[in-house]
């Protein structure tokens, strides 16, 4: 019942990070069937829109596919641009051919993909700092345009009662807090070595069901230690990539994601 909200934490990639996606699901007709060509960068519906505050700003990492009529893409994951008042892209209106610098961009053709975590990084574009974590995944909430699957944002009401309701910008939002008292993360390098990351901080975490956005807070310095831990251990184990296994309260989902070479900064983000 508590795995959407479960998701919607490990969508946060570790400990606040941005994610880009370098690997996608062919995107078919639902209607007639056959292979879709996009004519273009398609904006990705995620399942959650996650913004993460820093001391000095924010940052809010979005997805696009261009998809030919072959079925091979290429993606790019950009940083929206936000403000205070406006921390997340609005999902009710397509977006497609995004302009600016693609942070991320990975070829992903639908037969023979040899890695599904290869990108090119341009570390010039805004947003470099929080990124750190590559994403596969399967179509969740489809593209710009598509209708929204609601079914699944009805599991979030079994955790309501665990999280405290506040307002912000006259919308109600759901707050708690990640820690070592309800939160565990394990990692496994799929080379013969897994490592539970100490949960050293506290991460707040605010949560809006109505509009599936979620923002996390980060300015615990104390969190810099789950930072350098993970990194430490991601670099003394290398693997082909790492099932990243989140808990919260008592609900646990894996998911399989990448470290940029960007990773190695982390550590050095300075509160």
């Keep these: 019942m508590k795995k959407f909200v479960v998701a919607a934490f490990a969508a946060a990639a570790a400990l606040g990070f941005g994610c880009a996606i370098t690997n996608y699901e062919l995107i078919t007709d639902n209607d007639v069937g056959g292979t879709v060509n996009t004519n273009g960068k398609a904006y990705i519906r995620q399942f959650i829109q996650i913004a993460t505050t820093w001391p000095d700003g924010v940052d809010n990492m979005i997805w696009f596919v261009d998809q030919k009529a072959n079925g091979d893409r290429e993606l790019t994951t950009y940083n929206f641009a936000t403000t205070a008042d406006d921390l997340f892209k609005d999902d009710s209106y397509c977006s497609p051919e995004w302009v600016g610098c693609a942070l991320v961009t990975a070829s992903d053709?639908?037969?023979?993909?040899?890695?599904?975590?290869?990108y090119r990084l341009n570390s010039n574009c805004s947003g470099f700092r929080s990124l750190a974590y590559l994403v596969s995944t399967t179509r969740y909430y489809g593209e710009c345009?598509?209708?929204v699957n609601g079914d699944r944002s009805v599991k979030l009401l079994a955790l309501a009662?665990?999280?405290?309701?506040?307002?912000?910008?006259?919308?109600?939002?759901?707050?708690?807090?990640?820690?070592?008292?309800?939160?565990?993360?394990?990692?496994?390098?799929?080379?013969?070595?897994?490592?539970?990351?100490?949960m050293t901080g506290q991460i707040g975490v605010s949560f809006n069901l109505a509009k599936r956005r979620m923002i996390l807070d980060m300015t615990?310095?104390?969190?810099?230690?789950?930072?350098?831990?993970?990194?430490?251990?991601?670099?003394?184990?290398?693997?082909?990539?790492?099932?990243?296994?989140?808990?919260?309260?008592?609900?646990?989902?894996t998911f399989q994601v990448k470290t940029t070479q960007n990773a190695v900064n982390a550590p050095q983000i300075h509160y």
Excluded at 109 to 118: K, L, N, S, Y
Aim: hydrophobic share 35%.
């Design 145 to 147: 345009g598509r209708i």
């Design 220 to 253: 615990n310095p104390n969190n810099r230690n789950a930072m350098q831990a993970f990194n430490n251990w991601n670099r003394t184990h290398p693997g082909p990539f790492v099932d990243a296994t989140f808990t919260v309260a008592g609900v646990s989902q």
């Design 109 to 118: 053709p639908e037969v023979g993909d040899v890695d599904i975590f290869d």
């Design 161 to 198: 009662n665990e999280m405290s309701p506040v307002q912000l910008n006259g919308q109600t939002w759901l707050r708690t807090n990640l820690n070592a008292l309800n939160t565990s993360l394990v990692v496994n390098n799929h080379n013969g070595s897994a490592f539970q990351v100490p």
